[in-house]
């Protein structure tokens, strides 16, 4: 089996105006789809938060992907790394790839090389990576701070139509009582257990409220996260660790860096979890060193596939670490990728964040993926299970045209709305 053609797509979905940290949500999400097709005529699919930056970098790996046996992973990284890598040529045209396009582009195509595997094999994914250990995956409500609308062409305004969770979705939350219909209405949607909450938006005091009326609505049997994207001092998380400890279930990257993450884990009785500090297999000697954090939130795309992942997970095992897994606005493919995943790593045992219930759209046949009680049942069909909707792909390939947007800036998305703001990487 050969890969004969890489098609590399960049797409922008519709993404509501979610707060963070960073700013603004802008109304498009933007993600780049592979498809490789082999001379058997096979199609396998990969997904990675994307942008003119990753799809530049995939077109330049075609000329490698091509010819290869989707098998022969080693070889195909060994490959990138000779060409794109510090010390390859592309170091010498300017045009070496820093780690995390390194990372990204390995994992859309790994990622799409497993989809072939399976689908040349007749076994799911979860099986090429040594098994199921769990045939459900549980993902957890990620909850916004957010401005009304829906995103999309709609931007700003709603759609008077909706009803049900995407009548809740275009709904503002700017304050506890806003953010706890939202955890009603999308637990209710599509059953999670576990609820996580993005802060760094407004004043801790507000979003540790935010917390303790989660608490209030929904009992002490709910797992609770609380993320402020490292915008505390040291100081303030601290204070508001000290207030919430046997509230929260994890305490997320409230501040930045692996010394200061260690100083608050040191104060505070929660365990700490970060996709900030921790987030490549460099950084795990500092994070071993000064005992950065209990928990490493995975991430396939951004740690370089779904064997790097494999490994980390091991890796978590040996240095007392436990594994959850982060999430960016995404698609199905992004998705059943998580899913094949987390049923295949023994440690992971949080439910996943996921960003999926925030968008509308997806280039899967049939349609979203269905949560069941906020799990996702590990596919038996080959590959990843699923299959592209070509239709679909193309009219979110003319949104990506269309949209203007090149990157994720969400800076400029929150001067749109408050002129003159800027991001500041210690806010409180
Ligand atoms: O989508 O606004 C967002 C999140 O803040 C995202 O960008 C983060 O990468 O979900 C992420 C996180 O857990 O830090
Ligand atoms: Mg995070």
Redesign the pocket.
């Known amino acids: 089996m050969r890969i004969n053609e890489m098609h590399v797509t960049p797409i922008a979905i519709s993404d509501p105006p979610?707060l963070?940290?960073?700013g603004l949500?802008a109304p498009f999400a933007l993600r780049t789809i592979v498809e490789l097709t082999t001379n058997d005529g096979l199609y396998g699919l990969g997904e990675v938060p994307g942008g003119a930056e990753v799809t530049t970098a995939l077109e330049a790996a075609r000329a490698i992907v091509i010819g290869r046996d989707p098998f022969h992973l080693n070889a195909l990284a060994r490959a990138l790394d000779e060409a794109f890598g510090p010390s390859g040529p592309g170091r010498v045209h300017g045009a070496a790839w820093n780690r995390r396009q390194m990372a990204l582009v390995f994992s859309a195509v790994e990622v799409a090389c497993f989809d072939l595997m399976g689908k040349a094999t007749g076994r799911p994914v979860v099986d090429l990576l040594g098994g199921a250990v769990r045939e459900r995956v549980p993902f957890a409500a990620?909850l916004?701070f957010k401005h009304a609308g829906a995103g999309g062409a709609l931007g700003f305004d709603a759609d008077p139509a909706a009803v049900g969770w995407p009548a809740s979705r275009q709904a503002a939350a700017l304050d506890p009582d806003g953010v706890v219909a939202q955890a009603q209405a999308m637990s209710l949607a599509f059953g999670f257990q576990s609820l996580k909450l993005?802060g760094g938006v407004f004043a801790p005091e507000i979003e540790a409220r935010t917390i303790l009326a989660l608490r209030e609505a929904f009992g002490p049997e709910t797992p609770l996260r609380i993320?402020p994207?490292a915008v505390w001092s040291v100081e303030t998380a601290i204070r508001w660790g000290r207030e919430l400890e046997g509230v929260l279930e994890y305490y997320?990257?409230p501040v930045r860096g692996q010394d200061n993450m260690a100083a608050v884990r040191a104060a505070v009785k929660i365990p700490l979890a970060t996709?900030?500090c921790t987030t490549s297999f460099a950084d795990l000697p500092g994070s071993v060193r000064v005992g950065a954090e209990d928990i490493i939130?995975s991430d396939h795309h951004a740690w370089g596939g779904l064997r790097s992942s494999m490994e980390l997970g091991r890796i978590c095992r040996t240095f007392g670490r436990g594994l959850s897994m982060?999430?960016?606005?995404h698609v199905g493919i992004s998705l059943a990728a998580m899913t094949h995943l987390a049923a295949a790593m023994p440690n992971l045992t949080y439910a996943c964040?996921t960003?999926y219930p925030w968008q509308s759209e997806d280039v899967i046949v049939g349609g979203k993926l269905r949560f069941e009680d906020g799990a996702l049942p590990v596919s038996r069909e080959p590959g990843l299970g699923i299959e592209l909707d070509r239709a679909a792909l193309a009219a979110l390939h003319a949104n990506y045209k269309a949209c203007g947007l090149a990157r994720r800036d969400?800076e400029a998305e929150m001067q749109k709305v408050q002129p003159g703001w800027r991001f500041q990487p210690t806010r409180w």
Not at 326 to 329: F, T, V
Request: charged share 25%; net charge negative.
């Open positions: 979610l963070n940290a960073a949500h990620y916004f993005k993320d994207n997320e990257d996709n900030m939130l982060h999430s960016n606005s964040d960003h969400d």
